[in-house]
C-alpha cells in the first residue's frame, strides 16, 4: 500500500499506547460527561521514554464520531521511575453500569463507578 492510497484514522490516539480495550459507555452510571462515546484500555508501551498509554480513556461521541479530546478516566499505573504497577487491558459495562478493567499486570480487574 503507497501513503497516497491510505486511509487516514477517524481518530488518533497517539503512538505506542497499544490501546487494546475498546468498549461502548452506552448504559454506564458514570457521570453524564461519559454518557455518550468509548471507554478505551491501553496497555502502555514498554520500550518508550517517555511511557504512553498505562491508563484507561474516554473518547466522547455525537452523531456515532468521536467529538472531543480523549478524557483519562483511570490512570496511576505508573511508578515516578517508570514501573508499571499494573496495565490495563480490558474494558467493559457490568451489568450495574460499572467500568470493568482487567490489569494483567496487577493480575486484577479494577470496577469504576461514580461515588454518590
Known amino acids: 500500500m503507497t501513503v497516497a492510497k491510505a486511509i487516514a484514522p477517524d ?3 497517539g503512538p505506542h499506547t497499544a490501546s487494546l480495550g475498546l468498549a461502548s459507555s452506552a448504559g454506564t452510571t458514570l ?3 461519559f454518557a455518550n462515546g468509548m471507554f ?3 496497555h502502555g508501551s514498554w520500550n518508550r521514554r517517555p511511557h ?3 491508563k484507561v480513556i474516554f473518547v466522547p461521541f455525537a452523531s456515532g ?3 472531543g479530546a480523549p478524557v483519562d478516566v483511570l490512570t496511576g499505573f505508573l511508578s515516578e521511575e517508570g514501573s508499571a504497577f499494573g496495565r490495563p487491558v480490558g474494558v467493559v459495562l457490568d451489568k450495574q453500569g460499572a467500568l470493568l478493567v482487567a490489569d494483567d499486570v496487577g493480575n486484577v480487574v479494577w470496577r469504576v463507578t461514580s461515588l454518590r
Open 11 to 13: 481518530y488518533a490516539l
Open 31 to 33: 457521570p453524564t460527561p
Open 40 to 42: 478505551i484500555g491501553q
Open 52 to 54: 504512553s498509554g498505562y
Open 65 to 67: 464520531r468521536p467529538s
